[in-house]
């Protein structure tokens, strides 16, 4: 199981970006993917997630309105749509795969979940 992050870069504030998440080994109508970001000194948080069969989705609350998390099971990808983008948006954003059904973007519950490596998103003017 991997998943693979794109579609990082720099942009304005107010401007948008969307990063793809794209997974091999496994089938994401059958696993929770989730959206994390990190900033240098903080811990990792939970950014969003969507669950495998029901499609069921979580926010974290700065991000509710502005993202958006979408699947294309053709190209076996999950999407995070960033718009209206500010500062406090910019860290590295990492998704995950697990396998299981649940959307919980409380950190812990991913100890076990597939971890890419990362792409950088940064906000600023």
């Known amino acids: 199981v991997q998943v693979v992050e794109s579609g990082g870069g720099s942009v304005q504030p107010g401007g948008s970006l969307r990063l793809s998440c794209a997974g091999s080994?496994?089938?994401?109508?059958?696993?929770?993917i989730g959206w994390f970001r990190q900033v240098p000194g903080k811990e990792r948080e939970g950014v969003s997630c969507?669950?495998?069969?029901?499609?069921?989705?979580s926010y974290e609350e700065s991000v509710k309105g502005r993202f958006t998390i979408s699947k294309d099971h053709a190209k076996n990808t999950v999407y995070l749509q960033m718009n209206s983008l500010k500062s406090e948006d910019t860290a590295v954003y990492y998704c995950?795969?697990?396998?299981?059904?649940?959307?919980?973007?409380?950190?812990?519950?991913?100890?076990?979940?597939?971890w890419g490596q990362g792409t950088q998103v940064t906000v600023s003017s």
């Open positions: 995950a795969a697990m396998a299981a059904q649940t959307c919980n973007r409380d950190t812990s519950y991913w100890r076990l979940g597939a």
């Open positions: 080994g496994f089938r994401i109508n059958r696993y929770v």
């Open positions: 969507i669950s495998g069969s029901t499609n069921s989705t």
